[in-house]
């Protein structure tokens, strides 16, 4: 028990540390985020009730409030902090919880380093390239041909991870990959995926970013 602490006390200060670096204000926007979320229902408390009751209620809206603005710092700071790394967008979606997503890394790599990696879920079968236009294009449309043959009936989706125009930022790639829409339930999931093992990847050949890549402010709350 006490080693299962310690190991989450440590993963909380590296992640704590690494947002620091990207945000500087960090201490001070976790501080004003805690007193206005204290504030909100200590004021009304006390004046309704008494104060000890108004600080049994603020203390943990002040909690909740500090712990939800350090997990979304947190979070655009591992982007910031894997973004432009070959398997970038790879890693954030392996990191989706929820939504039966199986991703596949590195299907199709060129020797620029330019990845699709391809996602089953609810929607279908997602292909998520890296690198610029010009050079993944051409993948997808390949890609996408191959997928085709295997799965006919099954929509097939292309997103490009980006920062340049039509493409999206890596920050915004689980949002788009949720607006979707929803078209298979979990079986046909599982069927596609054994029907599509056959085509095999390349996910030997490109590693993926490694560092923290918080989820969710669950993650950051479990020392509570």
């Known amino acids: ?7 989450t006390l440590s993963s909380l200060a590296q992640n704590w540390s690494m947002t620091q670096k990207v945000y500087r204000l960090l201490p001070l926007e976790v501080a004003g985020f805690f007193i206005l979320g204290f504030l909100v229902l200590f004021v009304p408390f006390f004046f309704l009730l008494n104060w000890l009751t108004a600080l049994l209620v603020a203390l943990p809206a002040g909690l909740l409030a500090g ?29 989706i919880r929820g939504g039966n997503w199986a991703v596949t890394p590195a299907v ?24 610029p236009s010009s050079r993944v294009v051409p993948m ?31 920050t915004k790639l ?23 093992d056959a085509l095999g990847n390349a996910a030997n050949s490109m590693p993926i970013p490694k560092g923290p890549m918080p989820t969710s402010a669950r993650q950051v709350r479990r020392p509570r």
């Not at 020797?111 to 390239?129: A, C, E, F, H, Y």
């Open 67 to 95: 712990t939800f603005w350090f997990s979304r710092r947190a979070m655009k700071a591992a982007y910031r902090q894997i973004d432009g790394q070959p398997g970038a967008a790879a890693a954030v979606m392996q990191s």
């Open 1 to 7: 028990m006490l080693g299962r602490i310690r190991t």
């Open 140 to 170: 997808l449309a390949n890609e996408r041909k191959r997928t085709a043959r295997w799965l006919p009936e099954v929509p097939i989706y292309e997103i490009q991870v980006g920062n340049a125009e039509g493409q999206v930022p890596l």
């Open 108 to 131: 199709a790599v060129n020797k620029n380093q330019d990845i699709i990696t391809r996602v089953v879920g609810k929607p279908g079968v997602i292909l998520v390239s890296e690198g």
């Open 174 to 196: 689980q949002r788009a990959l949720q607006k979707l829409p929803r078209s298979l339930r979990g079986g046909e999931i599982t069927e596609i995926r054994r029907r599509l």
